[in-house]
């Protein structure tokens, strides 16, 4: 069966283990969030550590390690965590962006341009807090 819309899996851990380390208002190891999200140990350590490098989780290092939000949770928004794994959300008109199209009319009309609005919408309306209950 074929996906018309699909995210990363760095995407997917990203954005649920900052709601897991938001939720959990202590901190939480990796271990946990690979667990919860039935992620691997590694995937979940390497983008989790990106998302440190971007300023928004704190990391202790050891057997009582983990991570912790570095920003207040209505601070950061879904878009953020998204962009800073996956680079910026572009709405765009040809999903190949080519500069020369063969027909007069794209044959996918704007329903590619409109679906990436909706998608960027959503995430950046939604912050951690709105996901902490």
């Known amino acids: 069966m074929a996906k ?18 938001a939720r959990a208002g202590e901190i939480i190891n990796v271990q946990k969030i690979a667990d919860i999200t039935g992620s691997s140990r590694h995937h979940v350590a390497k983008v989790m550590q990106r998302l440190v490098k971007e300023g928004f989780l704190f990391s202790n290092r050891g057997p009582s390690g983990g991570f912790k939000l570095n920003i207040e949770p209505e601070k950061i928004t879904l878009l953020q965590i998204y962009e800073a794994i996956e680079g ?15 027909f007069e009319k794209c044959i996918l009309g ?3 341009s409109k679906m990436t609005q909706t998608f960027r919408e959503h995430l950046s309306s939604n912050t951690l807090a709105d996901l902490m209950e």
């Open 4 to 21: 018309i819309v699909s995210y990363s899996e760095a995407a997917s851990i990203g954005m649920h283990g900052m709601v897991l380390v």
């Open 88 to 102: 910026q959300v572009k709405v765009i008109s040809c999903p190949h962006e080519k500069q020369v199209c063969p």
């Open 110 to 112: 704007t329903v590619v």
